[in-house]
């Protein structure tokens, strides 16, 4: 027999009611309605037709009344924008023990939302080359048809190239024809690192480059023979690109904790990014949801944290059915993903999110929670009760370096980002062990000697610490040997760079590529920042965010994917492109070189 849960979210008092309709007779007695959700009440004092028993994440277990079909709920925490804010997942956990899966309807909305159509720029025609994102220097002759070339001059970075072209589904046509334009390339140390020169002549065409600049500029020679293809003419004979970044630091990141995406289609995502010339991989690897990356000496992290599911320490999350999910990064995965990368010209970030989001952790490893602190004294925004690394108990730091002299030694990356974000205003506050380290301060200020302590580490080993904007906000980092990355709003970096921080900028308003891109109830995506739209996106200008004479504090921008509905490869590219090629023209291109209208013609 199946069974169908269908969720309604009712407009009301507060923030509504979230409806779950069994459609079905009465069941068994004692019977627990098992769901994920992202919208969860923030207590169980409101809900009719059964007692939440368990509320852990987006998890929930009521215990139905006798001869419910359905539960109403509310005391919500939020107004849902998206059906994809409701329920996932869902299962009955039967008296006898068994499990009844359910089909989860998408969440529907009384009354229903109505949200005029966003107006869609009409696709214009663009006469000149097919190039994102946009160079920085070109200066055409005219156009031809595509030319005959023979790129193997470039030797390995030609091969990378046809990696690439080969993993994203390229056709950018033979590249080494024996009887084509020879490419001519010359390293020039006079460039700047990523910075080329192409010259298109009758008989070759001649490169330039500074010592990064080789693939950044195959990579424009690819596209344009690409979009020859699609209609698009190439630079004619005396054309000349002249092209640099204008920014050093042009990211995406993955939450890889939520979701775990196998080594495979990291990689994949790899070349996405190298085809958008971003060089920078920031890899979430641990949150609330689980601990990803293998420690050698702490095999229960990701033997307990990389596995979720009903009965298991890590209850399942995020749409998982009752039996869940796993996954988790072996070093020699690690290390292939960081090499993969390197050849082309990205470098991996690692981020361990710390004190906050640390369920998974303290599953593994209950011995670093402080057994005197009440439970649920606390939760985090995702509904997670007591989450929060306490620095003050035995072992806590230690743990955390044994975890960092692993990754160290397979992240060659300047940075490493140790997340700092979202940690709970009440983290800790009945906590002894917490209280007497923090003597007459406040408890929370115990992250103020905790993360200067290893951005301490960090740094004997030439590393700089990254993380989020709410470390630069109670400066528990120094600005010398730290890097913020703004994701709350814009306006919080024009505070950080007074205060001497080095920016990066990735604002959710503009590139959560997670956040639905339109307000319409069925857009994929959350709404708690808002919308994106990829108009957005592009229009996105980070050097309006600070003050003129501190635009050298900003390193660059990035877009952050984060996988609460990202469950497929299908899902990530739904919400990733085309805004992630906005974002990397953000991040490549001069603000006085962008151009939205010709940005989308492009993307036809």
Same mark, same amino acid.
């Given at each position: 027999m199946t069974?169908? =849960?269908?969720?309604?979210?009712?407009?009301?008092?507060?923030?509504?009611?979230?409806?779950?309709?069994?459609?079905? *007779?009465?069941?068994?007695?004692?019977?627990?309605?098992?769901?994920? @959700?992202?919208? #969860?009440?923030?207590?169980?004092?409101?809900?009719?037709?059964?007692?939440?028993?368990?509320?852990?994440? @987006?998890?929930?277990?009521?215990?139905?009344?006798? &001869?419910?079909?359905?539960? /109403?709920?509310?005391?919500?925490?939020?107004?849902?924008?998206?059906?994809?804010?409701?329920?996932? /997942?869902?299962?009955?956990?039967?008296?006898?023990?068994?499990?009844?899966?359910?089909?989860?309807q998408p969440m529907r909305r009384d009354p229903e939302l109505g949200v005029a159509p966003l107006p869609k720029p009409e696709p214009q025609a663009f006469d000149g080359p097919r190039c994102t994102p946009w160079p920085n220097g070109m200066q055409l002759a005219g156009l031809?048809?595509?030319?005959?070339?023979?790129?193997?001059?470039?030797?390995?970075?030609?091969?990378? =190239? *046809?990696?690439?072209?080969?993993?994203i589904g390229k056709d950018a046509g033979p590249l080494n024809e024996a009887d084509g334009l020879p490419l001519l390339p010359r390293l020039d140390e006079a460039l700047p690192p990523e910075a080329y020169r192409l010259e298109i002549g009758a008989e070759a065409i001649t490169l330039s480059h500074g010592k990064d600049g080789l693939f950044p500029a195959l990579i424009t020679l690819a596209q344009m023979l690409e979009g020859c293809g699609h209609g698009f003419g190439f630079p004619a004979t005396g054309s000349v690109i002249e092209d640099a970044p204008a920014y050093p630091w042009r990211g995406m990141h993955l939450d890889c904790a939520r979701h775990f995406f196998a080594v495979e289609d990291v990689e994949r995502l790899?070349?996405?990014?190298?085809?958008?010339?971003? *060089?920078?991989?920031?890899?979430?690897?641990?949150?609330?949801?689980?601990?990803?990356?293998?420690?050698? /000496?702490?095999?229960?992290?990701?033997?307990? &944290?990389?596995?979720?599911?009903?009965?298991?320490?890590?209850?399942?999350?995020?749409?998982?059915?009752?039996?869940?999910?796993?996954?988790?990064?072996?070093?020699?995965?690690?290390?292939?993903?960081?090499?993969?990368?390197?050849?082309?010209?990205?470098?991996?970030?690692?981020?361990?999110?710390?004190?906050?989001h640390n369920t998974a952790l303290l599953r593994a490893m209950p011995e670093l929670v402080d057994a005197q602190e009440a439970p649920r004294s606390y939760s985090s925004v995702q509904n997670f009760a007591n989450n929060? =690394?306490?620095?003050?108990?035995?072992?806590?730091?230690?743990?955390?370096?044994?975890?960092?002299?692993?990754?160290?030694?397979?992240?060659?990356?300047?940075?490493?980002?140790?997340?700092?974000?979202?940690?709970?205003?009440a983290a800790w506050a009945t906590s002894p062990v917490a209280q007497a380290a923090a003597g007459e301060a406040p408890v929370l200020d115990l992250q103020k000697s905790f993360f200067p302590h290893l951005q301490g580490k960090l740094a004997q080993q030439g590393r700089r610490i990254a993380l989020w904007d709410e470390q630069g906000r109670v400066q528990s980092a120094a600005p010398e040997g730290a890097l913020i990355f703004c994701w709350?709003?814009?306006?919080?970096?024009?505070?950080?760079?007074?205060?001497?921080?080095?920016?990066?900028?990735?604002?959710?308003?503009?590139? #959560?590529?997670?956040?639905?891109?339109?307000?319409?109830?069925?857009?994929? &995506? @959350?709404?708690?920042?808002?919308h994106a739209s990829l108009a957005d996106s592009y229009a996105f200008a980070p050097e309006s965010a600070v003050p003129a004479h501190h635009l050298r504090l900003i390193e660059g921008v990035q877009a952050c994917l984060w996988t609460e509905q990202v469950r497929s490869w299908a899902d990530l590219e739904a919400l990733t492109f085309p805004r992630l090629a906005a974002v990397a023209e953000t991040g490549w291109t001069q603000a006085a070189h962008k151009d939205f209208t010709r940005f989308m013609a492009l993307q036809a």
């Open positions: 069974l169908t =849960l269908i969720p309604k979210w009712r407009a009301g008092a507060g923030n509504g009611r979230l409806d779950l309709d069994l459609g079905t *007779n009465a069941l068994p007695e004692g019977t627990r309605l098992c769901l994920t @959700s992202q919208l #969860y009440p923030l207590s169980g004092d409101d809900i009719r037709g059964g007692t939440l028993t368990v509320a852990d994440g @987006s998890y929930l277990e009521v215990t139905l009344d006798p &001869g419910a079909t359905c539960v /109403s709920v509310g005391d919500l925490f939020f107004i849902p924008r998206h059906a994809g804010e409701g329920p996932a /997942s869902a299962w009955l956990a039967l008296p006898d023990g068994t499990v009844q899966p359910l089909t989860c031809q048809a595509r030319p005959k070339v023979n790129l193997s001059a470039a030797g390995a970075a030609l091969d990378r =190239l *046809n990696w690439v072209l080969k993993t790899l070349a996405h990014m190298a085809w958008l010339k971003l *060089n920078r991989f920031h890899w979430h690897l641990t949150d609330d949801e689980a601990w990803r990356p293998e420690i050698r /000496s702490l095999p229960q992290l990701t033997g307990i &944290g990389a596995q979720r599911g009903f009965g298991l320490p890590l209850t399942a999350q995020l749409g998982d059915g009752p039996d869940g999910h796993s996954g988790h990064y072996s070093t020699a995965d690690m290390a292939r993903v960081v090499a993969t990368a390197a050849g082309l010209r990205i470098e991996v970030m690692p981020e361990i999110d710390l004190p906050g929060s =690394l306490n620095p003050a108990m035995p072992g806590a730091v230690e743990t955390v370096e044994t975890i960092l002299a692993d990754l160290l030694a397979i992240f060659p990356a300047a940075e490493i980002h140790l997340g700092g974000d979202e940690l709970p205003s709350q709003d814009v306006e919080v970096a024009s505070l950080l760079a007074e205060r001497g921080y080095r920016l990066v900028l990735c604002p959710a308003q503009a590139t #959560y590529l997670d956040i639905a891109e339109s307000p319409h109830w069925e857009a994929a &995506g @959350s709404g708690w920042a808002g």
